[in-house]
């Protein structure tokens, strides 16, 4: 049911006259709008200006303040609206949300192991031909349910215990790649479920405003995405850039399913909703494995975090030969990848100083293979940042490395020291060049003032220079 403390004029209620001009106008808006939020959002390859598109939006705005009859739930006017909650309402879930089960050895031999599981619960021998698998990615953020009547979206919820999870539709509403309303002929119902995640690019933009405010950091993408769906104040969800990917179905009323998973989602793609295309139909123990090690090695270039890759059985007839153990589907498993994150222990803080002269406290670690490589220094950002952290030598604490950002020491282990360990202090002259260390009056970063004087920021401004942002100088 709708939470939304608005009052719709459902067009299936309106009587059977023609309709006036302006509920055409608006019929029309809406679908102009839903079409180039697609363009923008879902395929990221925009159709219109910005501003055209603002111009539209306030046209469809104007039209139902004078027209509130007009008003429809899917309306792209409706993301960004509702009230502070005092907690989330429960929903049941119509069809239980399953977990899968996990390969944990990351090597080949675990996509092996699952094929010749497969096969043998099929009863099939060795003339027979490979397996076709579905295989995809393993998305790290949250799973949430997206409930569509008609093609409309009319409630959003997480996974909760899988019988019962939370309503969030006011703030699943704010994310721009969520469709309000679906494309093409659509099912009377289709419960759609995927993975709803922040972007790497977007974690650490949010990150560096936090920091430029003085102001706590997030941990890593997945927490600050979980923490923005579960937000009580949608309009502060709405500034938790969130993105989506679609991976599978709840209930379904009113529609003849594919016959394959890869089939599935080129169908939930076609009604608007975002499908990664990081994904194949692999034959066999070869395909998956082939589809690991190609992963593998995209997976620091990729915009979004992910832990392991997912092997889905792609027929459906087959999938239900398979059926379900405890809680999880016999025909679906995921192999995982090494951790992006890890425990290790800080040797000693010491600074860096970058081009600009920018002072940064980097903690020296006991090696730690994290994220696919070996990290023995990851930064502080800044010493308020290390103040607030509360990290001093000797601590154990959790370094993250993602991508091809720097590795980071996001915080530590709470453990009483043996012995008294001093602060960080951070130096009053510069450890290469022995100017004074300044810091903007409310600023945030210390820098070196020597300038080009200094032997590093001089480095660094002819490595950068040279680099492949500025000259491209092989
Ligand atoms: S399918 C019946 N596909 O992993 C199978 N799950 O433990 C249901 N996840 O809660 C899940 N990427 O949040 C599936 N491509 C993917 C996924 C995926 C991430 C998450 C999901 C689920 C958990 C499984």
Not at 452 to 463: E, T
Request: with cysteine.
């Amino acid at each position: 049911a709708m939470s939304q403390p608005v009052l719709f004029g459902g067009s299936e209620l309106a009587p059977a006259s023609a309709p006036s001009p302006e509920a055409e106008r608006a019929a029309a808006l809406r679908e102009l709008l839903h079409a180039h939020a697609h363009r923008y959002y879902v395929l990221d390859d925009p159709s219109i200006p910005d501003a055209e598109y603002d111009k539209l939006f306030a046209e469809l705005q104007a039209l139902e303040a004078a027209h509130p009859e007009l008003l429809t739930p899917d309306s792209p006017t409706q993301r960004v609206l509702g009230k502070v909650l005092d907690g989330f309402t429960p929903v049941r879930h119509a069809v239980p949300m399953l977990s899968i089960r996990t390969e944990t050895d990351t090597e080949a031999s675990g996509a092996e192991a699952f094929d010749a599981r497969i096969r043998r619960e099929l009863g099939l021998t060795e003339t027979d031909p490979p397996v076709a698998y579905a295989a995809e990615l393993k998305f790290d953020g949250l799973a949430i349910n997206l409930r569509y009547e008609h093609g409309v979206l009319v409630t959003a919820a997480t996974r909760g215990d899988g019988e019962q999870g939370e309503d969030v539709t006011q703030n699943i509403r704010t994310v721009g790649q969520i469709p309000l309303k679906l494309q093409g002929a659509v099912p009377e119902v289709l419960e759609v479920r995927g993975e709803v995640y922040m972007r790497r690019d977007d974690f650490e933009a949010l990150n560096q405003r936090q920091r430029e405010k003085g102001e706590k950091t997030f941990v890593n993408p997945r927490n600050t995405a979980a923490g923005a769906v579960r937000q009580l104040d949608p309009a502060l969800a709405a500034q938790r850039p969130l993105s989506f990917y679609a991976y599978g179905l709840g209930q379904v009323e009113g529609w003849a399913e594919p016959a394959t998973h890869s089939g599935l989602l080129d169908a939930l793609a076609a009604m608007g909703l975002p499908v990664c295309e990081h994904r194949v139909v692999a034959q066999g123990a070869d395909g998956l494995i082939e589809f690991h090690r190609r992963i593998a090695a995209l997976r620091d270039g990729l915009p979004f975090d992910i832990d392991g890759v997912v092997y889905k059985v792609n027929s459906r007839a087959q999938q239900q030969r398979l059926g379900f153990v405890s809680r999880e589907p016999r025909w679906a498993v995921a192999h995982k990848y090494p951790a992006q994150e890890q425990l290790t222990q800080v040797e000693a803080i010491d600074v860096q100083v970058g081009r600009t002269g920018a002072i940064t406290p980097v903690a020296r670690l006991v090696p730690v293979f994290v994220g696919g490589t070996t990290v023995s220094n990851a930064t502080l950002h800044n010493v308020f940042e290390l103040r607030r952290k509360g990290v001093r030598v000797g601590d154990q604490v959790i370094v993250r490395r993602a991508g091809d950002v720097i590795p980071e020491v996001v915080g530590k282990v709470d453990a009483a020291r043996e012995r008294y360990i001093p602060n960080f202090h951070m130096l009053r002259a510069c450890p290469v060049c022995g100017s004074a260390v300044l810091r903007e009056k409310g600023g945030i970063d210390h820098r070196c003032s020597g300038g080009i004087f200094c032997p590093a920021q001089r480095k660094q401004a002819l490595l950068h220079f040279a680099g492949r942002r500025a000259m491209d100088i092989e």
